[in-house]
């Protein structure tokens, strides 16, 4: 019968079910509010990463630009470089602090700054003028180029519009810098050599369209204040002159000295890159202060969300409790008094029928309430009374059953027993061999034939009436073992050490292990041998009894443990394993632990251990036990 425990919890289900689905979409915007706020934090990361990374990249263009200067032959930028050095070094040290939190690109970054590991080897060089000016440009180009595409390389994931122009302003802010610096460097290595050589021009050319190319994307995604700012830097006095020298370097490329000075060009083009530089920082300030807006409103979302799943599954928890409280409480004493009957009036009705009393049959169950409780209380007095009926018809059974072998145990050990008496006479008066051998045959069937009579008894729970007074050693218990199987002959004693079983133990050991001994017998073939050990332990006694045959599975050992254990009752099992069952009565009774286990070679081992109580200190009397 469902307990009142089930009964609500069947009900608060029904009541939950036509509220799951809100809890479900309120669960589904949750999580997608969690995503967005997630979203919003990796791209404010990912800028603070880009800010960083940019500020390397600018120091990283200036030394480029002295670098290009110095080794077109300026020596004058020899004094620069020094601290512009430890300035890139400076800022590379800043990046690495932001790499070490792990934001998004970080492994992107890291790998692009591999390209740098040589960068002390080339200043080195650059000191000694063993670097070429186009060596030194294109180390630092591939170096800055491969920084700004690993930082730049992720695509916003908040969807926001206003975010995405504000990236993609940083970008084209970004391209335009470097390819400023880019001019910046290769024209300064230009003017200290005094003019165009080999392939300078046509780089320069190329340098200053990408240039412009990138400034004119700018206003494409910028906001007003961005565009505005970056045409005031177009329209500064350091872009007015950098524009004029860079027209009269590209008008005068076939000339054999440029008429600009590389001092002066450097002057200018550094105030122009440092001013886009800073229009580009703005750029990523926008881009992280919309990513910190986009995270606050997500979080705004996000616990909006969770306060209306969590009163939608209270609300539903409420609901259920009130519902199944309304039906449950009339419900509670029917519950009771069932309960009632099942835990105390039907087991105690059991005990006065096995006893031999008469049955009571159980009180009315039946609850005022509803007429649907009425019905349900009157069905549980009908069921009540069945299984009291059924419960008792069975007691009755088992103990009648058990009376009847007990019954039958006893007469045939008594007619067993007078046999044995009889063949005992016959015995001592007989003289002829062959004779006496026919009656020691029938002496030792009669004593298998009491085993089987006191196996009987053992299985409803009465004792062997065999007591001995005295302690009787462990050496003639396992021989009187033997004389209770029937091919006694194939079992060998290998070793069997020293001690007593206390004398009213004897028959019930003894009557242990030939169950033992003749199932191992039973299952080895007959020109095998069973093999039986005796130890002592400090615990006790460990008996082994050891087959050849083929064996057993670890699901039928397994069974076969549960039976020896006393886990399985006798009345399920199988005529032919009534042995494990007599076995496993007489090793509880005993106190005694029997397990079955693969022998080492092939076959089962039989453990029996005998618990020390079992074992007695006394002198053992001369003559042992009849078997």
């Not at 997630?38 to 200036?62: I, K, N, P, S």
């Not at 170096?143 to 930082?151: F, P, Y």
């Not at 705004?300 to 928890?317: C, E, I, Q, S």
């Not at 007619?415 to 061999?433: A, I, Y």
Request: hydrophobic share 50%; net charge negative.
């Amino acid at each position: 019968m469902p307990t009142l425990r089930s009964i609500r919890h069947r009900l608060a289900l029904l009541l939950v079910l036509p509220t799951g689905a809100l809890v479900v979409l309120g669960a589904a915007g949750t999580a997608a509010q969690a995503g967005r706020y997630a979203d919003a934090g990796r791209t404010g990361d990912r800028v603070a990463l880009v800010a960083a990374t940019e500020e390397f990249v600018h120091q990283l263009q200036r030394e480029r630009g002295l670098t290009a200067g110095l080794l077109g032959g300026e020596e004058s930028f020899r004094d620069r470089l020094g601290p512009q050095r430890t300035a890139a070094d400076q800022a590379r040290h800043t990046l690495d602090e932001h790499l070490a939190a792990g934001p998004p690109g970080a492994d992107r970054v890291r790998s692009a700054l591999g390209g740098l590991s040589t960068l002390a080897q080339l200043r080195g060089r650059a000191d000694t003028g063993a670097a070429s000016r186009t060596e030194a440009l294109g180390f630092f180009t591939t170096a800055v180029t491969a920084l700004g595409t690993a930082v730049l390389a992720d695509r916003d994931g908040t969807g926001d519009r206003a975010l995405q122009d504000a990236l993609g302003t940083l970008r084209a802010l970004g391209d335009a810098t470097e390819a400023a610096a880019l001019e910046r460097g290769t024209l300064n290595g230009v003017l200290a050599a005094g003019a165009f050589r080999n392939g300078d021009y046509p780089a320069f050319v190329r340098i200053v369209a990408v240039k412009n190319a990138a400034l004119a994307q700018v206003p494409r995604t910028a906001t007003a204040a961005r565009a505005d700012a970056l045409d005031a830097v177009l329209r500064s006095p350091a872009a007015v002159t950098a524009a004029g020298m860079e027209q009269q370097a590209l008008d005068g490329f076939a000339a054999g000295r440029l008429p600009v000075r590389a001092d002066a060009w450097w002057q200018a083009a550094s105030t122009l890159v440092d001013d886009l530089y800073a229009v580009q920082s703005q750029a990523a300030d926008e881009s992280l202060a919309r990513a910190g807006e986009l995270r606050a409103a997500a979080l705004r979302a996000l616990l909006l969300d969770a306060g209306l799943t969590l009163a939608a599954v209270a609300g539903a928890v409420l609901l259920g409790l009130l519902a199944t409280r309304s039906i449950t409480r009339p419900m509670a004493a029917l519950v009771g008094e069932a309960e009632e009957l099942a835990d105390r009036v039907l087991p105690e009705a059991v005990e006065r029928a096995q006893a031999g009393g008469e049955a009571v049959a159980p009180g009315s169950t039946a609850a005022a309430g509803t007429e649907e409780l009425e019905v349900l209380g009157a069905a549980l007095d009908r069921v009540a009374g069945t299984a009291l009926r059924l419960a008792v018809e069975q007691s009755v059974l088992r103990r009648n059953t058990a009376e009847s072998l007990a019954s039958l145990g006893r007469r045939n050990q008594a007619l067993v027993s007078r046999q044995l008496g009889f063949l005992s006479t016959l015995e001592r008066g007989e003289h002829d061999p062959a004779a006496l051998a026919n009656l020691f045959e029938l002496d030792h069937l009669a004593t298998r034939m009491r085993r089987n009579a006191e196996s009987l008894l053992v299985l409803v729970g009465e004792t062997s009436p065999r007591r001995w007074a005295q302690p009787v050693a462990l050496g003639d218990v396992v021989r009187s073992a033997l004389g209770e199987v029937e091919d006694y002959r194939r079992v060998v004693l290998r070793q069997v050490d020293d001690a007593a079983v206390d004398g009213g133990a004897v028959a019930e050991v003894a009557h242990l292990l030939a169950e033992l001994i003749e199932n191992a017998l039973a299952a080895s073939p007959p020109d095998t041998d069973v093999e039986v050990f005796a130890r002592l332990r400090p615990d006790g006694c460990l008996i082994a009894v050891t087959d050849r045959g083929p064996g057993m599975d670890e699901a039928a050992l397994d069974r076969a443990n549960a039976r020896l254990a006393g886990r399985e009752s006798f009345l399920v099992g199988r005529d032919g394993l009534l042995g494990h069952y007599v076995v496993g009565r007489l090793a509880e009774r005993l106190g005694a632990a029997v397990r079955l286990a693969a022998a080492p070679v092939h076959g089962v081992t039989a453990t029996v251990i005998l618990p020390a109580a079992l074992l007695a200190h006394a002198p053992v009397p001369a003559g042992g036990v009849r078997a």
